[in-house]
Nanobody, 124 residues
Framework: QVQLVESGGGLVQAGGSLRLSCAASGRTFSYYLMGWFRQAPGKEREFVAAITPTAGVTYYADSVRGRFSISRDNAKNTVFLQMNSLKPEDTAVYYC?????????????????WGQGTRVTVSS
């Protein structure tokens, strides 16, 4: 069992930056592929980024590639999402998620563990 707790959300002006963190419990964190998803009001939850267990490979949605960066520290059971050049359309609740590797990385239905979410609001 893995429990995930996000932090770092808040209100920021367009063009600004935020760094989200996701702290995981459990000794098997380093086995998990970790992802970030987001859900804007009235929209479905969408994939943002993911990182393999050893941090060797990262994946990004086209809408955030070049602006967001996912990383992890397995010694601290934490995954991060650095968000730069934020836009109003990035406004959403951001969720951390985890799963064992295998299958489509961007498919939210393949993730077993979810955090409670942290809200990000980008003002224009």
């Amino acid at each position: 069992q893995v429990q995930l707790v996000e932090s770092g959300g808040g209100l920021v002006q367009a063009g600004g930056s935020l760094r989200l963190s996701c702290a995981a419990s459990g000794r098997t964190f380093s086995y998990y592929l970790m992802g970030w998803f987001r859900q804007a009001p009235g929209k479905e939850r969408e994939f943002v980024a993911a990182i393999t267990p050893t941090a060797g490979v990262t994946y990004y949605a086209d809408s955030v590639r070049g602006r967001f960066s996912i990383s992890r520290d397995n010694a601290k059971n934490t995954v991060f999402l650095q968000m730069n050049s934020l836009k109003p359309e990035d406004t959403a609740v951001y969720y951390c998620a985890g799963r064992l590797p295998g299958g489509a990385t961007t498919d939210r239905n393949r993730y077993n563990y979810w955090g409670q979410g942290t809200r990000v609001t980008v003002s224009s």
